[in-house]
């Protein structure tokens, strides 16, 4: 079956540009994170999202970065006035109960 | 705040040894998950444990998990070219579902 999707799979952006990075989850997976991988911080949880619940945003480094799930399916992170420091891999996992399933990631560099 | 120690970082061996990762992690947990990554790409799900002396093995790899020590070990059996990649563990603490991930053992096997 299809696994998790993500879109665009290379982005590069200008200093201070807005971005968004979407996913799309595996059909009837409930759960879905955000992490980010780079060189020097490896990989961080940004935001996770359960069902309806309301996400928990711990992770996000910054009031710059958002994201939303709309429909328990598709999300969105969004990162506003883009830095250099947030240059880095964004990966999206979903998941039905315990094991996370990663999508290929999102390159973003920010000139 | 759980922190998550691999090691060694780097490993370099050759084909047909033997050797073991050894994942410690800081905080109550009984889940612990191992997954793979080849340069450019995603991650990729290896083991999942879920409870105190859970055992799962796949060809070359057998994965283990001591709650008590705090401690997860991947043993490569018989190493050959094609498990070169970056190895990683990661742990969801009791509180909360998000995973915090090792630094990751990067494996080189030669020929």
């Known amino acids: 079956g299809a696994g998790v999707s993500q879109s665009p799979s290379n982005k590069v952006t200008e200093k201070g540009k807005d971005v968004e990075l979407r996913c799309d989850p595996i059909?009837?997976?409930?759960?879905l994170y955000w992490y980010r991988q780079s060189l020097g911080q490896g990989l961080e949880f940004l935001i996770y999202?359960?069902?309806?619940?309301?996400?928990?945003k711990s992770g996000l480094p910054s009031d710059r970065f958002s994201a939303e799930r709309t429909g328990g399916s598709v999300s969105t992170l969004t990162i506003q006035r883009t830095q250099q420091e947030d240059s880095a891999v964004y990966l999206c996992?979903?998941?039905?109960?315990?094991?996370?399933?990663f999508g290929p990631g999102t390159r973003l560099t920010v000139l | 705040e759980l922190k998550v120690e691999q090691n060694p970082l780097f490993l370099s061996m050759q084909e047909g040894k033997n050797y073991t990762i050894y994942c410690n992690y800081s905080t109550t947990s009984d889940r612990l998950y191992w997954y793979r990554q080849d340069p450019g790409k995603s991650l990729e799900s290896l083991f999942v444990l879920l409870s105190n002396g859970a055992v799962k093995q796949e060809g070359r790899l057998m994965a283990s998990l001591d709650t008590k020590a705090r401690l997860s070990t991947l043993h490569i059996t018989a190493a050959v070219h094609d498990l070169s990649a970056t190895y990683f563990c990661a742990v969801e603490p009791g509180s909360a579902r998000q995973l915090t991930f090792g630094s990751g053992t990067q494996l080189t096997v030669l020929p």
């Open positions: 996992a979903s998941s039905p109960h315990n094991e996370q399933f």
């Open positions: 059909s009837g997976h409930t759960a």
């Open positions: 999202f359960q069902g309806n619940s309301a996400p928990d």
